[in-house]
Structures are given as structure tokens and as C-alpha cells.
């Protein structure tokens, strides 16, 4: 457990409040098992508070367990938590590609393919003719299970406490929260990454790897690579305390 770099911060978690948010899991349950387990182990030093847990996407795609990291969030192995679920710029892929084979060759190629293992389904060899992919579409459609479909369907874009507002990608400058793009909310990189300006609320992200949790004056990001990495992060925020916990 480590507190972040900033410990004068002024943003402020609704009093009574925990929140916990993590970062990209990118078909990892085993790291999605071991976070819980922390996470659930930090929430007893927090009695009689209420504690939300908000995943802030990229569930599947790159790691060889994504049929698995859908399973566990489903079933919401927190007990006496609230569970908020983003929508990552993956799944939004994932769910295209059930009525658009157009976008295969681009969901393929950043790791749609692990996803589709994870579930049975067949990956043709290139050239990846129209047939092909229908036929890889029908597959995935078949064995897609009717309530991991539901699931995904209804993952949120965005998600606030007090003074800050959880995304997956980040946010377009120059436009109110309430503006903001689906597109933007899901893609967006360095026009927000690079962007000094104050955004109303701060901004809980992943989308965007770094080695390390980036606590910046208007936005924190804690996508660390996970599927590669081994290493899968939640923010802690806990009235005007940030803290962070990791796997490994």
C-alpha cells in the first residue's frame, strides 16, 4: 500500500465514502482475484462506511482469461460493495465486431484474438477473407453467453464521487463533463494527456499505460499494463487521501 505523491490533495471523497478504482485488466482474472482480495482485506479497516468499487474497463483482449474476467465481475465477488462497471474502448470493439466484421482486422490486431480464444472460437488464418470473418463472427455470436452480452451492453461511460470523475480514456478539454464524446470517453490520448486544464473534477483513468500510477494536477491514470506487466492498480480514495494498491 503505498500513498500517492500528493499529499496536500484538495479533491474530496463524499465523508462516509471508499472508492476503489482499477485499471485496465486485459483478460488477467488471476490478477482481478488477487486486487479483490486486497481491496476486500483494505475495506475492514474501513466499518460502517460505504465502499464502491469502480472498474474503469478494458476487461478483455491481450491476457488469455478474458471469458474468466467477465465471469468474476458478473458474479461480484464483493461482498457489501457497490460496483460500478466503464466501458473501455475494447469491449466497445468487442461488441462492434458481433455486427461489423469490418472492424476485425483492427480488434484482431490489439488482441481481440486472446478474446476470442477465451471463449472457443475459432481464429482463421490470414487472409482474412469476408467468409472467414462471417464465419468467425457466427462462432462468436454462438458461443458469446446471452448473459455476458447483457452485461457488456449496459457498461456505463462515466461514473462521479465528490470531486472526481472516473472514465476510461480521459476527456476532451475545452468541453464541460457533460459534453463529452462517447468516442472521447473511450479513445481520447494526448489532447487530454498533455492538457493543463482544470476540468472541474479530477480525472480517474487507465486507457494510457505508464510503469507507475500518474498523480497529475487534474487527472490520475492507473493503466499499468497489466497483461503484460503483471502488475494491476486501484486508486484508493478515502475523503482527501489517495492511496494506492497493487498486485505482486
Not at 468487442?94 to 484482431?108: C, E, N, R, S, V
Not at 481464429?123 to 446471452?146: H, I, N, Y
Not at 473511450?186 to 486544464?197: E, G, H, N, V, Y
Request: charged letters at 25%.
Amino acid at each position: 500500500m503505498r500513498r500517492s505523491d500528493q499529499p496536500d490533495a484538495k479533491a474530496k471523497i463524499p465523508n462516509g465514502t471508499v472508492a476503489y478504482a482499477i485499471g485496465d485488466i486485459h483478460g488477467r482474472v488471476d490478477l482481478l482475484e488477487e486486487l479483490q482480495a486486497k481491496i476486500q482485506e483494505d475495506a475492514r479497516t474501513q466499518a460502517g462506511k460505504r465502499h464502491v468499487v469502480v472498474y474503469l474497463g478494458d476487461y478483455v483482449d491481450r491476457g488469455l482469461t478474458s471469458r474468466e474476467v467477465i465471469d468474476r465481475l458478473i458474479e461480484d465477488p464483493l461482498p457489501g460493495f457497490e460496483s460500478v462497471h466503464l466501458k473501455g474502448n475494447h469491449e466497445d470493439a468487442m461488441l462492434k465486431f458481433l455486427h461489423d466484421t469490418d472492424i476485425a482486422p483492427g480488434w484482431l490486431a490489439y488482441g481481440g484474438d486472446a478474446t476470442l480464444y477465451s471463449y472457443g472460437v475459432t481464429v482463421p488464418r490470414s487472409p482474412l477473407t469476408p467468409d472467414k470473418l462471417s464465419t468467425m463472427q457466427a462462432e462468436f455470436a454462438r458461443k458469446l453467453p446471452g448473459r455476458h452480452l447483457e452485461f457488456l451492453s449496459a457498461l456505463d461511460l462515466r461514473h462521479e464521487e465528490g470531486d472526481y470523475f472516473f472514465v476510461h480514456a480521459g476527456v476532451r478539454p475545452g468541453r464541460s463533463l457533460e459534453e463529452q464524446s462517447e468516442e472521447d470517453l473511450l479513445w481520447i490520448r494526448d489532447a487530454f494527456l498533455f492538457s493543463a486544464d482544470d476540468f472541474g473534477k479530477i480525472i480517474v483513468h487507465g486507457h494510457t499505460i505508464s510503469p507507475k500510477p500518474e498523480f497529475q494536477p487534474n487527472r490520475i491514470g492507473i493503466d499499468t499494463g497489466a497483461f503484460a506487466s503483471g502488475v494491476l492498480t486501484c486508486l484508493v480514495l478515502d475523503g482527501t487521501e489517495q492511496r494506492i494498491l497493487q498486485t505482486g
